[in-house]
């Protein structure tokens, strides 16, 4: 399994790691989705760092759009907080959060201490 979902009080961390499939990613929108925690969370950090391949390509990231506007149905206010570095994966989430129909409550980091901020910083507002 190329990822690892660490659940916190308000949210959780999903951290992929080596090398992801889409097949992968999907599996991990499921384990998330069908926790009993994932509708009462505030928040998810998906840390794409310690990935060193992947077979997603850009069209994917539509289809997981297209996945998260379902998603949204279950918890629609949930924060969403990718921490990435690769100049391609940096695309995909991009593009990503460019075809989502929730994408003012997607960020874009380059660090997982840029996202807490981002996400205390909106989590004080509510």
């Known amino acids: 399994m190329a990822y690892e979902i660490n659940w916190e009080e308000r ?5 992929m790691h080596g090398s992801v499939s889409v097949a992968e990613v999907v599996k991990s929108i499921e384990d998330e989705t069908t926790d009993p925690r994932y ?10 760092l310690a990935i060193t ?4 390509t850009l069209s994917d990231a539509v289809g ?5 506007s379902a998603r949204k149905k279950m918890n629609p206010n949930l924060l969403d ?10 695309k ?3 593009l990503y959060k460019a075809t989502s129909d929730r994408s003012e ?3 874009i980091f380059k660090s997982v201490e840029e996202a807490r901020s981002w996400l205390d910083k909106l ?3 509510r």
Not at 39 to 48: H, K, W, Y
Not at 53 to 56: E, G, L, P, S, Y
């Open 123 to 125: 989590l004080l507002a």
């Open 105 to 107: 409550l997607i960020g």
């Open 92 to 94: 995909i989430a991009q």
């Open 39 to 48: 509708s009462s969370a505030d928040f998810r950090i998906t840390d794409l």
């Open 81 to 90: 907080a990718i921490v990435v570095s690769d100049p391609f994966v940096t």
């Open 53 to 56: 391949d992947h077979t997603v």
């Open 11 to 15: 949210g959780y961390c999903c951290r």
């Open 64 to 68: 997981l759009a297209t996945i998260d």
